[in-house]
Each structure stands twice: as C-alpha cells, then as structure tokens.
C-alpha cells in the first residue's frame, strides 16, 4: 500500500461497510456506480485491488469497472492527498478570478490534478460546483469556501502547515 | 412484422419494422459512410459519419440508430452532409496519429478509404501529434492507440461474440484509449483468449498481426456475419 494511503483502522470494517453497500442493490452490474460512490468514500481512492473486488463481486467484467471508474471525474484512481483544495472553474468563480487561485495552488502545491509528493495536499478543479453565488468557490475537503481570495488560500495553507 | 415504406435520396424503399435506415439504404445500393458500424454487432453512433437529413427534424439523424418510419424522406448526400462528414474525417486525421506511409494498414484501411473517397488531399486543422503508446505484449498481435480512433468496434466484437469483453474505454474526450482487463498490458490480460476478432474489425491500422510490415495488413471482415449467422440461425454459410 502506498505510504500516504489512508491508514487502515484497526478494526477495518470498510469491506464490511462495502460488501453491505453491494448487498443492498442485489449484487446488479447496474449499481456500479453507487458502489463505486461508497468505496471512494471508504477507501479515499480507487485501487486496481478494489475494483477487481467490486469487478468480481457484481459480475462484471474489469475493463467495464475501470472504464466507468475513469470517465466520472469524481472517482480518483490514485491517493488522495490528506487535504484536497477543489478550484471551481464554472463561468461565475471564472470571472471572479478562480485561475488566480489555480495559479496560486499551483505555485504554492502542485500541478491541478495532482497530489504534492510528501501526500500533505491534493488540488483539484471543478466545472461549476452549483454555488455561483458565493463565486469564486473552492471545497476544501469537502466544504465550501466562498470568495476566496488567494491571500484566503494561503492562510488555509499555513493553518494545515503545508510548506 | 410490418413492411415500411419510405424514400431514402428520392428512390422509394421497403423495409422491415426495426430496421435501421442505414441497414435499409445499404439493401438497396445507397452506400451511407461509417466507420464506427459494422454488421453482425450492436451500433452505438459513436462515428457520426452516418448522419442524415429526414424531412420534418431539423437536427441530423445517425442512420445507424433511427429506426425506419412509414412515409419517411431521408437524404443522405446533401452539400451540408459532405461537409460534415469531411470535417469528421478531419478531425479524426488530426486527433491522432495518422501516417498512412508507415502504417500497416495502408491501402486497407477504412479511415484512408474515407478521406480517399471524400477528396480529402490536405487536413485544414493542425494536428495534435499526441504522445499514445504501442502494445506489443501480445504473442500475436499489437494495438496500436495512435492509430485508434474509437470506435468501439473492438470492444463490442469482443463483448457480444467472443463474450469475453477484454476491451473498453479508459478517461474521456481526446485522452481516452482502449484498455484491456485493470488497463494492463495486452498480453497480461487474463480475459484475453487470443481470437484475434479485435484485430479483424479494428477499421485502422490500431490492431494488427505480429510481424506485418507497411501495407502488409489486410483484415477480414466477413468472418463476423458468417459467425453471427452461425449462431443465430444455425446456417454455416461462407
């Protein structure tokens, strides 16, 4: 397992919480999606282990699993970092300026769509987060920042002691 | 069953309920481009080349999906579908990889046939000259992903004949690619049976036997009928 993958608890019930996930649709090639929902929520990210599992488990063939896995940007085949800064880019947070948070994201962490190397922070962008009002948006895990400024992603950057 | 009767670029045509107007037009001589279509598997309109007009729908039709309907009026050669069909080939041109001078396919290739057939002598778009790989883990055959140009024939043959479904998509838009199992390589595929069905309705050079130099491919497509026909109806017919 990678180092900067989430550590397993020590009573892991994730394949538990997983297996139950597929029990409730009947074990259908057609959940795959929503099993697919629940592992990345379990597991964090996608690995060749679990998607040949989730393959196994709902009858379908590899290929399909990964090919689905692959298409919807929300599934990440590959570790998240601790802390992930999700730009959004729809036309609203555009306008206010959300490619200067990019650029700053960028320059302080690393490439958008991808994870700095010591695991610390994930940058990812979106295409309209549905929350123009509040533009320029970013998530950062999985709450909304509104108006962020990038002196605003900066002070976020320092609280989480990322370099 | 019932028989319908429409008219495709003037000509009156019959054809069964459920037909497609592509499968209608090719019975009767009005050759409609494709390249995504291959009889004998499912159509997914992935090509768009076999677009159509039909009197009454202001948007284009993909023949290989709409099904036949009575009193229908279809053109499939107006002005402004030749220049949809010619940017389509344009830019499949562009987005990979295209060099018929060193390809094994040359000469037998359904894309080069396309832009042949079409006057396509020079591409007005700039082309990309991605970065794909070439699997040649195979024993006996290579894939090519410069030479691909999605159509999911493969992936289909592989699918719904040989039931194996080795194949599929990766990602999406210009950086998607045809992968085999988990995305490894096609010789570690454990699914894989080696049939070579891939190879044969590949309409590229992107799947090819092992050891084929330029213009040295040459597919067999008839293969396919003769084995849907088999199972179907349990008529050996070569």
Redesign the interface.
């Known amino acids: 397992m990678p180092p900067n993958a989430p550590a397993a608890a020590p009573k892991d019930n994730r394949e538990k919480l997983l297996e139950r996930a597929m029990s409730r649709h009947q074990y259908s090639g057609d959940a795959l999606i929503e099993v697919l929902h629940t592992a990345q929520e379990l597991y964090g990210f996608l690995s060749p282990h679990l998607l040949t599992a989730i393959a196994h488990k709902l009858r379908l063939p590899p290929s399909r699993v990964l090919g689905v896995a692959s298409f919807y940007h929300f599934f990440s085949l590959k570790p998240k970092g601790e802390h992930t800064f999700t730009v959004c880019l729809g036309t609203a947070c555009y306008v206010a300026g959300a490619l200067g948070l990019v650029e700053r994201l960028e320059k302080r962490c690393c490439k958008a769509g991808t994870t700095t190397p010591d695991g610390k922070v994930s940058v990812e962008t979106a295409r309209c987060i549905g929350s123009c009002g509040l533009a320029p948006a970013v998530i950062y895990d999985g709450a909304v920042l509104a108006r962020v400024t990038p002196e605003g992603l900066d002070r976020e950057l320092e609280r989480i002691g990322a370099k | 069953m019932s028989v319908k009767t429409l008219e495709i670029d003037g000509k009156m045509v019959t054809g069964m309920a459920g037909e497609t107007i592509f499968s209608v037009a090719w019975e009767h001589g009005i050759h409609i481009p494709r390249l995504c279509h291959i009889g004998g598997i499912s159509d997914v309109g992935a090509c768009r080349l076999c677009m159509v007009e039909v009197e009454g729908q202001r948007k284009l039709q993909a023949a290989c999906l709409t099904q036949i309907e009575e009193g229908m009026v279809v053109r499939t050669d107006t002005p402004r579908l030749k220049a949809h069909r010619k940017l389509i080939v344009e830019l499949l041109m562009a987005e990979r990889n295209h060099i018929c001078a060193v390809c094994v396919a040359n000469g037998a290739c359904e894309l080069q046939e396309l832009a042949r057939s079409m006057g396509i002598d020079h591409v007005r778009l700039r082309y990309r000259f991605p970065v794909f790989p070439v699997d040649t883990s195979n024993e006996r055959f290579g894939m090519d992903h410069n030479r691909c140009v999605l159509c999911t024939r493969c992936v289909r043959v592989c699918?719904e004949v040989e039931g194996?479904?080795?194949?599929?998509?990766?990602?999406?838009g210009a950086g998607s690619r045809i992968?085999?199992?988990?995305?490894e390589p096609w010789g570690a595929s454990e699914?894989c049976t080696g049939c070579g069905k891939c190879v044969q309705v590949c309409p590229t050079g992107a799947l090819f036997d092992k050891g084929k130099t330029v213009a040295e491919m040459r597919k067999d497509r008839g293969f396919l009928k003769y084995i849907v026909t088999a199972r179907e109806k349990k008529q050996w017919i070569g």
């Open positions: 699918d194996a479904h080795t194949w599929d998509v990766f990602g999406r992968i085999s199992d988990l995305g699914s």
